[in-house]
């Protein structure tokens, strides 16, 4: 069982930075070695989507709309993930969710689908 827990989001003006952090209970890389973690979001009346992910061996990938001005990041010794984000928009506004996978190597997907435990999910509110 992995339990995953974000914290850090909150509401910040069009340009300013927020950075998000997912502790992850029962998931370490040294346990599950192949596997991939994310952050997601869901807008109102919009789907959810990939933001950003990263595998173990430390690759990542990045969604168009926020490549340049998020950075996602880990402290393995901590079972932490970290969302960077800097020069936020309004349209950023969303609940984010921190994803991990145990279902084996998926790489640094953006996928939902490849994920198997979410965490509750941060608000993040960027104004214009």
């Known amino acids: 069982q992995v339990l995953l827990v974000e914290s850090g989001g909150g509401s910040v003006q069009a340009g300013g930075s927020l950075r998000l952090s997912c502790a992850a209970f029962?998931?370490?890389?040294?346990?599950?070695?192949?596997?991939?973690m994310g952050w997601f979001r869901q807008a109102p009346g919009k789907e959810r989507e990939g933001v950003a992910a990263i595998d173990s061996n430390g690759s990542t990938s990045y969604a168009d709309s926020v490549k340049g001005r998020f950075t996602i990041s880990q402290d393995n010794a901590k079972n932490t993930l970290y969302l960077q984000m800097n020069s936020l928009k309004p349209e950023d506004t969303a609940m984010y969710y921190c994803?991990?996978?145990?279902?084996?190597?998926?790489?640094?997907?953006?996928?939902?689908?490849?994920?198997?435990?979410w965490g509750q999910g941060t608000q993040v509110t960027v104004s214009s």
């Open positions: 029962g998931h370490t890389y040294s346990t599950y070695s192949t596997n991939s």
């Open positions: 994803a991990a996978t145990t279902l084996g190597y998926v790489g640094p997907s953006l996928g939902s689908s490849e994920y198997n435990y």
